[in-house]
């Protein structure tokens, strides 16, 4: 009963056509380069910027052994670095969902705190989808923590758009009660409002000048 009622917990869904997703934008002197899951030493820059980004329980190297090898609903197939004077600060895994191949989707975005305000949560973004655009996958679903309303934001300006109809989830894993899935997806859409309303006034602007 607790985990249906947990509303901190419950993620909501985004979509999008990777077409239309932005490509990513320079971000010098910062630069990527892959993730060797491999790597022992990789595996612990990934863990570093993953318990630095998140609020959550802290992440050991079974928990990152788990996320390439045998993550919950993705086929994790690459993941990346984002690099500054050689040292890691920004990560973002990308693959297929399980439940089906078409469909590409990403994991843990994760920006250290010290570098954020740099524009690396929308070069993240970007920079996966396109990643998974150029190997022939057309359709995108994130799945994020309602609580990460940055997040939902950055992905709503990259082109996604929010999704209701459990029937069209490529993650159907999570289980709400009515009234959590209610609240959650009350709060999306009221985000999303935000979003195109903010939109309009900046081409408002645009447009006077």
Known sequence: MRYLLNYSRAVVHLQADLSRIPAPKDVSPFFVRMVNPD???????????VNDAYDDTL?????AVQHFRNHLFLDISKAFFVIDDKVPIATISIGIYKSNPNIGGVARIAVKKKFRGYGLGSFLINYGFNQLYQQGINYGESIISITREQSILLHLKSGFIPQINKVYFSFKNQKRSAIILFLVNRKLNRLYKQYLLKFSENFLIQQNH
Do not use: E, K, T
């Open 39 to 49: 790597n022992p030493i990789d595996l612990n820059h990934w863990i570093n910027i």
């Open 59 to 63: 992440q050991d190297i079974g928990y």
